[in-house]
């Protein structure tokens, strides 16, 4: 999965995902044979990634949908502590590749994707908890209800639970308005 809004006109950003075709190695690493596991010196030059969904011309050489992924570097700031208990501002320069494997995702994570075949667990987590917004989209990113399996058991109130009163007062004048709008659309067809 995409960790970073790299070109997110051609659907290169945060949560896309895709399978790893390929890793690129750094020109100055070391062949690596065929071991097992292997330690790298320095950072790949990229990564080919097949996205599930792109808007990505074919690249040359590349077969369809397959992009490079190149290492992305930040720099942000960080206070730290010396011994003398004074405060410190030092700059940190991150370099990395923008993806993580993908085995399950966060409702965050999934909002706007549809995913084949889904297993949701709607359970009450450990140390947080979950709202009729949360389990709606556990629920909905499945491509239909064939694909869609709920991993354990959870608590009635999980679903039965009252929709939040913020939301209910926000869907409520978005009906106002809805109505309001057709009115005034159906008074102006008409010449009213």
Known sequence: MVTLNVKTNLDIANGARG??????????????????????????????VKLNRTRVNQLDGLTESVIPIEP??????????????????KTVKQCQLPII???AFTDYRLQGQTIAPVIADIARPPCATLDLANVYVALSQSSGRDNIRILRDF?????????????????NQLERLNIVSFLLTTQQSTGQ
């Open 19 to 48: 399978t790893i075709e390929r890793i690129i190695l750094h020109s100055n690493e070391p062949a690596v044979g065929n071991k097992p596991i292997v330690y790298l010196q320095y950072m790949p030059a990229y990564v080919l």
């Open 72 to 89: 992305a570097t930040k720099t942000f700031t960080i206070n730290v502590k010396t011994s003398r208990g004074q405060i410190q501002r």
């Open 101 to 103: 494997g993908a085995y």
């Open 155 to 171: 608590a009635d109130e999980t679903v039965l639970q009252p929709l939040n009163t913020e939301l209910a007062g926000e869907d």
